[in-house]
């Protein structure tokens, strides 16, 4: 049975700093082939893509990222994996100081339900959720050319970081990276969320569903509870 509640979520919120975002562009297709020690960088916020296999490779292909209330269009350029990540093929951002690192990534392929992303920092484990195309929430007005279209829009990974290096691996396949954001500082600030939930549903700390597995803290039928 639905019901309508008003989620409390903890956000971090940027102070006096705006979002640093590395997307991809047409241009960045120009380094195919060689992408291993490649770094892509925004200001003091940078990612380096290892890719010793050669699998990892830059093509054209923009998609929507957000929530149904805010949304934006990447940049016209996806980082595509080419298989899992290992030793010889991952991620590794650097987080200038201590924020939000954002994850704007999908598996575009609707039949895999067990990749999953991990942020590990340190040796500890930050982040360990499948990402879901059934995640995707439909919009319309997206697309200028029938207004009444409904265009997929896909949830964006939110993970606090310490400053320095936070390892982004997908141990289980291929992933498509849209853009990495990062988010410094700031101080928690409270906001209300009207959400329209179904019972038994899990939703994380800024609102959004995400699948039962999800690690962290989540609100499960209107109580905070910690996912192990």
């Known amino acids: 049975m639905k019901k309508i509640f008003t989620l409390i979520a903890i956000a971090m919120m940027a102070v006096g700093a705006q979002a640093q975002k590395i997307a991809f562009t047409e241009e960045d297709k120009a380094a195919k082939g060689t992408l291993d020690g490649k770094v892509f960088s925004n200001g003091d916020f940078a990612i380096t893509v290892t890719d010793t296999d050669g699998k990892v490779e830059l093509d054209a292909n923009a998609q929507w990222f957000g929530t149904a209330e805010t949304q934006e269009k990447s940049a016209g350029g996806r980082l595509k994996s080419g298989g899992k990540s290992s030793s010889k093929n991952n991620i590794v951002?650097?987080?200038?100081?201590?924020?939000?690192?954002?994850?704007?990534?999908?598996?575009?392929?609707?039949?895999a339900t067990?990749?999953?992303?991990?942020?590990?920092?340190?040796?500890?484990?930050?982040?360990?959720?499948?990402?879901?195309?059934?995640?995707?929430?439909?919009?319309?007005?997206?697309?200028?050319?029938?207004?009444?279209?409904?265009?997929?829009?896909?949830?964006?990974?939110?993970?606090?970081?310490?400053?320095?290096?936070?390892?982004?691996?997908y141990p289980v396949g291929s992933m498509n990276f849209y853009a990495f954001e990062f988010v410094a500082g700031g101080s928690a600030s409270v906001k209300s969320i009207n959400t329209e939930v179904q019972s038994g549903a899990v939703y994380n700390m800024a609102g959004q569903q995400v699948n039962t597995q999800y690690k962290g803290l989540v609100i499960k039928n209107g109580k905070k509870m910690m996912n192990k």
Do not use: F
């Open 93 to 111: 951002a650097k987080a200038p100081t201590a924020g939000t690192l954002k994850i704007w990534a999908r598996t575009g392929s609707n039949s």
């Open 114 to 169: 067990d990749r999953n992303i991990v942020v590990t920092q340190e040796e500890t484990e930050l982040y360990n959720a499948i990402v879901e195309e059934a995640l995707a929430v439909k919009v319309k007005g997206l697309d200028e050319a029938d207004p009444e279209k409904e265009t997929n829009v896909y949830p964006i990974i939110s993970v606090e970081v310490k400053a320095g290096d936070v390892a982004i691996t």
